[in-house]
């Protein structure tokens, strides 16, 4: 089993750590402060360091700056463990290389999620490099190659005539534990409804998400549905999908949606170029939790059955995406998602985010693009 150092000057919470780590079957070592903490990660190299800050003889930042000095630890996981007033000193344990952190008091699961997320990194790697399709998806999207085109179609052509589910009550509904919801939305379309006839509004919206449909399906979205001016799409663990899992699905489609966007700017600078419009920009939002389709029908007018995606984790990722546009965000992702695809992603700035409606903030980062 791998190999888990925790440092942690106090006792309590280092017997804590350690008891738990070894009830799911690692093997563990523990130090007492950051300078013996070091010499155990330098002696027995090992897959995962859980460490302090606030530590005697060394604290958990120049731990950190250490590791990160040396050649032959170097690529060693570290998570941090911060109390709620060291939150903002945080920054500086992020930008000196830590790969995630968790606030005391902390629950023993958000613990085993965080060490399985990061020790799960190399194997993530491993599995995007054996997905043909990755190298298919990224062509297609950059260059927009006819041949990959057409095969894509006959997938979106599956996927529409097999997939989409049905049903015409609470007896169909379809509930997953777990499913990544993905919310992107065009913060200046107030605006540009202003400047533009309906007919050139239309068209304009027509051409980009005619584009987004496109890419979600492409990626193997379960559901998609428009709200407003915005699309919501739900991605979950299927068997077509293979190892793919359904956030790395839902990351990909996020940054394919941002270069839709880029070629919608060279579309309306084209159509439009005197016409003073705001540039065109989307926000999208991503997070991880239950969701249920709602399958709901009219038996009373004969109406068609509609279905609806419920749960927190929806309201959550359309909050946080209107969020991610007040802080200069173009892709936010929950700490929660961005666990399930650690180390096949490249993040930016983190935040606590406070959400309406929500008793505890949002912990998210910027998600930038996908890892080399």
Known sequence: MPLIVVM????????LVASVLKKDGYDVLTAENGAQGLRIVEESKPALVISDVQMPEMNGFEMLAAVRANAAIASTPVILLTSLQERAHMRQGMNT???????KPFHPAELREAAKAQLNRREMNRAMQSLAVDTAVQTAL???KLKLVRLYERRLFKELSERWPTGDGAAGDERFSSA????VDMPHYATMAQKLSSEELSDLVRKFYGSVGDTVHLFGARHMQFIGDGLLTVFV???DTKSVNHGLRAARAALGLIDSATRMRHYQATQFPDRDLP???VNVALHTGPVTLAHLHDPLHGAAAQTLPVGDAVVATMQLQKQAHSMGWTIAASVPMLRGVTGAVKTGNRALINLPGRAAPLDAAELISLAA
């Not at 000057?9 to 280092?14: V, W």
């Not at 990544?180 to 919310?183: A, Q, Y």
């Open 8 to 15: 942690e000057d106090d006792a309590g919470t280092r017997m």
């Open 279 to 281: 540039r065109f920009e």
């Open 97 to 103: 290389g830590a790969d995630d952190y968790i606030t």
């Open 237 to 239: 663990d299927s068997t």
């Open 180 to 183: 990544t919801v993905l919310f």
């Open 142 to 144: 950059s260059e927009q």
